[in-house]
């Protein structure tokens, strides 16, 4: 899908994405806190969408967030009010970010190199905006490790692609290797289809 289809599907659907939050909280809830509980420092927050992953910063914290989708950044700041969370929302597209080099100390994402048409490209520019000494922290989705599920995956992929933009059988850690990115850390669970990545900034690699 392009961005301007992304951002489409987007806003028919970002009114009743919360109403599917308490899977997500379910399933992949403990590997957001895991990953974003204890950052710290100025965070910037990609394809924040309705912002889900803003219950498990540590508050406070000086947040940036950023979606391709102004409906889906409406219902973000509802979010912030209800949690009571300072933040600056804008409207941007990942793959070219309108902010200088080493503009953020942590850089977060959840569940979104999926859906860029460019993931390749959305975290380089992740990884330019990070300062240095910062930290670029993933929660990301894949093909499961399990081969009935993965099976049902691969069955359904084109249909679930054409419906949502999600390419659910992609393989994250194949595509944080083709950006380049230095990987510090990485898990996978939930049958090998979450995969979370802690990394830093690799200016110096020859891409």
């Given at each position: 899908?392009?961005?301007?289809?992304?951002?489409?599907w987007?806003?028919?659907?970002?009114?009743?994405?919360?109403?599917f939050e308490?899977?997500?909280?379910?399933?992949?809830?403990?590997?957001?806190?895991?990953?974003?509980g204890?950052?710290?420092?100025?965070?910037?927050?990609?394809?924040?969408?309705?912002?889900?992953?803003?219950?498990?910063l540590?508050?406070?914290?000086?947040?940036?967030?950023?979606?391709i989708?102004?409906?889906?950044?409406?219902?973000?700041?509802?979010r912030?009010?209800?949690?009571?969370?300072?933040?600056?929302?804008?409207?941007?597209?990942?793959?070219?970010?309108?902010?200088?080099?080493?503009?953020?100390d942590?850089?977060?994402?959840?569940?979104?190199?999926?859906t860029?048409?460019?993931?390749?490209?959305?975290?380089?520019?992740?990884?330019?905006?990070c300062?240095?000494?910062?930290?670029?922290r993933?929660?990301?989705?894949?093909?499961?490790?399990?081969?009935?599920?993965?099976?049902f995956?691969?069955?359904?992929?084109d249909?679930?692609?054409?419906?949502?933009?999600?390419?659910?059988?992609?393989?994250?850690?194949?595509?944080?290797?083709?950006a380049?990115?230095?990987v510090?850390?990485?898990?996978?669970?939930?049958?090998?289809?979450?995969?979370?990545?802690?990394?830093t900034?690799?200016?110096?690699?020859?891409?």
């Amino acid at each position: 899908m392009s961005v301007s289809e992304i951002e489409e599907w987007y806003a028919e659907y970002a009114d009743r994405m919360h109403r599917f939050e308490w899977v997500d909280r379910l399933f992949i809830g403990r590997y957001r806190q895991a990953q974003f509980g204890d950052v710290d420092g100025r965070l910037f927050d990609v394809a924040c969408g309705i912002g889900t992953n803003f219950r498990y910063l540590p508050d406070p914290v000086e947040l940036v967030g950023i979606d391709i989708s102004p409906d889906m950044l409406v219902n973000a700041e509802k979010r912030l009010a209800k949690l009571g969370m300072d933040g600056t929302l804008r409207e941007m597209n990942a793959q070219n970010l309108e902010f200088p080099d080493n503009s953020f100390d942590t850089v977060i994402s959840a569940l979104s190199t999926c859906t860029f048409p460019d993931p390749i490209a959305a975290l380089r520019e992740m990884e330019r905006v990070c300062k240095p000494d910062g930290t670029i922290r993933l929660v990301e989705h894949g093909r499961s490790d399990v081969g009935a599920i993965a099976r049902f995956q691969e069955w359904r992929a084109d249909a679930h692609y054409a419906k949502s933009g999600c390419r659910w059988t992609q393989e994250p850690s194949e595509v944080v290797k083709a950006a380049g990115l230095s990987v510090r850390k990485t898990t996978t669970g939930l049958f090998g289809t979450i995969t979370t990545f802690e990394m830093t900034p690799d200016r110096g690699v020859e891409r």
